[in-house]
């Protein structure tokens, strides 16, 4: 709960420090004395939107802290924001310098604030759809996962079919490319073996040629060869080795080369008689230029002309099966559409019984709020299927007998719109948790009877949870278990505004005040009167 807030700066407040007590607490005071400032501040202290407007005249700085008790733990937070006359502002949560943002992050479920104009539970089936679900504790996370799965295989339908031409146009293309290449059966080294080839039967006569002279220049014809000339000069050396030992190795080194020459003519006399098959020449040179154009055509070479047509063939099959895909997503999407409408229609239904037990709740709140002819229903109809289901929501009431159902913001007036927004907080704080709710003049448009109503039922809630009530009406503040009022007074030049809390005959001159204007005998009664009705 909040226990104290202390402003400086902050408008027309010079300085204020104001405690709270766990339960009912009002404000009280003229028109104009700083009773919205009051709320401004706290809303500025929970990361709420600051504008440097609301500094003080003529002061550096507005400076705003909340002290909270977090009855869960048992543990206080800290909260301040300090807004420059700049328009800069800064947070600190438990002196640790923050941002608006984790303002709002550490104040979330702590406060809830009502004000007079606001309608966004009356008019926003978001909202109503929203108390729905609280109220009724109904999980949407299994549903929301269905709905993501859904959403997450539609999208990958729709960019699959959104791609079919593209896809066809490849398709095509790639089976233009297969069946041009297929009739040639590429290999590797193909190319390289080829022009080896080709390179022989071109220079067949030179070769032979060159062999034939090579043979004879070894074997001699009607003159000796090298071989033949190479044995006289080992006969030669070995006469004179019978003189000069020195010779010995010479004449090894010569029968060496003997031999070798030998072998030499051996190898090349097959080479010379080998069957060059000349035929083969125009087969090879078309072949040749197949190679040629295709090079040309796909600017690669014949090697890497093969590495990417299996690319090709894989690509090719990959597409072709694309088909396949979509008709497996389109089943696993209708599987899944199937199951996401039944989990909506269950949620629907919960949805139903608890639009049901909410309205009649209200209902019965309502009427106790001095509304006895009200009707109310939460309508769930359907709608499509988004990521909260498939239904909508709209507050319809009757507010009088013989009058026709109609939304809420369209047939209350300012009175019934303040009691039907106490209403529905009173319901829902049987079931959710926030610590402190701040109703900022609710008694908007109430006298009375109604207004002693709205009085009685905020204590009510505050035995459950801290109230915080700004009001102008005297039943509502006799209410209060801290009666807080706030004074504006005019000091030279400078307007101050001052909180304090108000007790016993003070706290009854106030409520006379509040009754008639005035603090006559007849005023003072009454608000004795009413004061005895909270005791």
């Known amino acids: 709960m909040l226990k104290e807030l202390y402003i400086e700066n902050l408008a027309i407040i010079e300085k204020a420090v104001i405690t709270f007590d766990n339960r009912l607490n009002v404000f009280s005071g003229e028109t104009g004395a700083g009773k919205s400032i009051l709320i401004g501040g706290i809303n500025a202290v929970l990361g709420g939107r600051v ?9 550096e700085k507005a400076v705003i802290t909340a002290l909270f008790d977090i009855a869960e733990t048992g543990e206080e937070l800290l909260l301040t924001r300090e807004i420059n006359s700049s328009g800069n502002s800064v947070a600190r949560i438990n002196g640790k310098t923050a941002t608006a943002a984790d303002l709002k992050g550490a104040t979330a479920g702590l406060i809830d604030i009502h004000g007079q104009h606001e309608t966004r539970l009356i008019i926003s089936a978001e909202s109503q759809l929203e108390l729905i679900d609280s109220f009724g504790e109904i999980s949407l996370d299994e549903y929301q996962q269905a709905f993501r799965d859904f959403s997450t ?19 095509e293309l790639l089976s233009e490319r297969i069946a041009d290449l297929t009739p040639y059966k590429l290999k590797k080294g193909e190319e390289e073996e080829i022009s080896r080839e080709l390179e022989r039967l071109r220079n067949i006569q030179n070769i032979s040629d060159s062999l034939n002279k090579a043979y004879y220049a070894i074997n001699g014809g009607e003159e000796p060869g090298a071989s033949e000339l190479t044995r006289l000069c080992g006969v030669s050396l070995a006469e004179a080795m019978r003189y000069v030992p020195e010779c010995k190795e010479l004449k090894s080194r010569i029968d060496s080369l003997v031999i070798e020459l030998d072998d030499i003519k051996q190898e090349i006399s097959p080479l010379i008689s080998e069957n060059f098959d000349i035929d083969k020449l125009p087969h090879l040179e078309e072949r040749m230029s197949d190679f040629l154009r295709l090079k040309r055509k796909y600017t690669m070479d014949i090697d890497e002309l093969v590495d990417k047509s299996a690319q090709w063939k ?4 990959d597409l072709q099966g ?65 990521v909260t289901g498939m239904d909508g929501v709209e507050l319809l009431i009757s507010v009088n007998k013989g009058e026709e159902m109609k939304p809420a ?13 106490l209403a529905i907080k009173s319901v829902i704080a049987e079931s959710d948790d926030i610590p402190t709710m701040i109703f900022d ?22 035995k459950r949870r801290q109230v915080l009530c700004v009001t102008h009406l005297a039943q509502i503040a006799a209410m209060a278990d801290n009666h807080l ?23 009854k001159r106030e409520l006379a005040r509040i009754i008639s204007g005035d603090e006559d005998e007849l005023s003072m009664a009454n608000a004795e009167r009413l004061i005895g009705r909270k005791t």
Do not use: C, W
Request: aromatic share 2%; no cysteine; glycine share 6%.
């Open 51 to 59: 504008y440097k407007d609301i500094v003080r005249a003529g002061a």
């Open 153 to 171: 295989i539609s999208k990958s339908i729709k960019m699959l079919q959104n791609e079919s031409l593209l896809r066809d146009e490849k398709i």
């Open 322 to 386: 694309g088909d396949n895909t979509i008709e497996k997503l389109l089943s696993e999407k209708k599987r899944l559409g199937d199951e996401v409408r039944v989990k909506a229609e269950k949620i629907t239904l919960k949805r139903k019984e608890t639009a049901d037990k909410l309205s009649e709740l209200i209902k019965q709140e309502l009427l106790y709020l001095d509304m006895p002819d009200v009707q109310i229903i939460f309508e769930v109809v359907q709608e499509k299927v988004t």
């Open 441 to 462: 003049e609710i008694d908007s448009g109430l006298s009375g009877r109604a207004a002693q109503k709205v009085g009685t039922k905020l204590a009510e809630l505050s």
């Open 485 to 507: 009022l706030i004074e504006k007074e005019s000091i030279g030049e400078r307007t101050y505004t001052n909180v304090k809390s108000i007790t016993g005959e003070e706290r």
């Open 409 to 421: 913001s369209k047939i209350a007036s300012g009175g019934e719109l303040s009691r039907i927004m």
């Open 314 to 317: 894989q690509e090719l099959h």
